[in-house]
């Protein structure tokens, strides 16, 4: 089973800013079965890519996902006050979904 | 618009069981593999339960394998799990999921989620 490792743990940045979070695997997974999803305070999580580069129907062009193998990316180009949330990463492998631990993006 | 409502989330004692309701609406439930995913308050996301179209497959985090039993009736847009032997561990908002198929054909993300119903496992 493929353990995510998300990094960092908390990105404090300004509005405007770049936001770059990242998913390790401890094993290589299918680029087809990588995900990223944002969640806000009491709210449910919303799919933002899918395939690892494929940004779900809806989502801003700022949201962008990139990598492969054990590496994969969330960028955020520009951050809108909207954004500041918590990011988590997502595979399915082994018959098993598991999710990383999530990356907070912070208004600093 | 799709729309997944979770109900029958309480308080349980330890040992306890409950069982989750999720009413789909706005796309055709029997085409799709649904999923339970659980949130513990505070903390990140665990996936729980995953059943395929025609209920024909069904997959178990090891948390909860022999504990837990997803179900689906397709009559009546409607997914379940019946949670057994219920534990501290087991306290989270239980999210339900519609699951989309990939380029490989294969159901491995979730993109629509309910609002979630919270199970509490306390004496």
């Known amino acids: 089973e493929s353990v995510l490792t998300q990094s960092p743990g908390t990105l404090s940045l300004s509005p405007g800013e770049r936001a770059t979070l990242s998913c390790r695997a401890s094993?290589?997974?299918?680029?087809?079965?990588l995900a990223w999803y944002q969640q806000k305070p009491g709210q449910a999580p919303r799919l933002l890519i899918y395939?690892?580069?494929s940004r779900a129907t809806g989502i801003p062009d700022r949201f962008s996902g990139s990598g492969s193998g054990t590496d994969f990316t969330l960028t955020i180009s520009r951050l809108e006050p909207e954004d500041f949330a918590v990011y988590y990463c997502?595979?399915?492998?082994?018959?098993?979904?598991?999710f990383g631990q999530g990356t907070k993006v912070e208004i600093k | 618009e799709v729309q997944l409502l979770e109900s029958g989330g309480g308080l349980v004692q330890p040992g306890g069981s409950l069982r989750l309701s999720c009413a789909a609406s706005?796309?055709?439930?029997?085409?799709?593999?649904m999923s339970w995913v659980r949130q513990a308050p505070g903390k990140g996301l665990e996936w729980v339960s995953t059943?395929?179209?025609?209920?024909?497959?069904?997959y178990y985090a090891d948390s909860v394998k022999g504990r837990f039993t997803i179900s689906r009736d397709d009559s009546k847009n409607t997914l379940y799990v019946q949670m057994n032997r219920l534990r501290a561990e087991d306290t989270a908002v239980y999210y339900c999921?519609?699951?989309?198929?990939?380029?490989?054909?294969?159901?491995?993300?979730?993109?629509?989620w309910g609002q979630g119903t919270l199970v509490t496992v306390s004496s």
């Open positions: 997502q595979q399915f492998g082994s018959s098993q979904w598991t």
């Open positions: 395939g690892a580069s």
């Open positions: 094993q290589s997974v299918s680029s087809s079965y």
């Open positions: 999921a519609k699951q989309e198929f990939d380029t490989t054909g294969f159901y491995s993300y979730f993109d629509y």
């Open positions: 706005g796309f055709t439930f029997s085409s799709y593999a």
């Open positions: 059943i395929s179209v025609s209920a024909a497959t069904t």
